[in-house]
């Protein structure tokens, strides 16, 4: 069983930073890959960024790349997702998610279908 702990959402104003954080029960290196995803009012949930953790290799979605970078630190069993230039069309409740199987391919996806395991969401609010 994998547990995700996420942390670090806030309100902001446009133009600002946040890190994200999500502790993963049980080493981060367990895990295939994982990713961070998001989920505005309304609508559904998108793939934000994702990384396979045993080569360090990363994904991101357009509307994201250039202002987040996620990355991990095995020592400490995080995930991180940097933010910067936020905007408000940012503004989301946050996820963490691993995929765990017993045979990793290796392969990046941002599709939350390909994750098996869910934090609880942290809540981004900028504002302009």
């Known amino acids: 069983q994998v547990q995700l702990v996420e942390s670090g959402g806030d309100s902001v104003q446009a133009g600002g930073s946040l890190r994200l954080s999500c502790a993963a029960s049980g080493g981060t290196r367990s895990n295939c890959r994982m990713g961070w995803f998001r989920q505005p009012p309304g609508k559904e949930r998108e793939g934000v960024a994702a990384?396979?953790?045993?080569?360090?290799?990363?994904d991101y979605a357009d509307s994201v790349k250039g202002r987040f970078t996620i990355s991990q630190d095995n020592a400490k069993n995080t995930l991180y997702l940097q933010m910067s230039s936020l905007k408000p069309e940012d503004t989301a409740m946050y996820y963490c998610?691993?995929?765990?199987?017993?045979?990793?391919?290796?392969?990046?996806?941002?599709?939350?279908?390909?994750?098996?395991?869910w934090g609880q969401g942290t809540q981004v609010t900028v504002s302009s």
């Open positions: 990384i396979v953790t045993r080569y360090g290799t990363t």
């Open positions: 998610a691993a995929f765990r199987t017993p045979l990793c391919a290796g392969v990046r996806s941002i599709q939350p279908g390909d994750y098996n395991y």
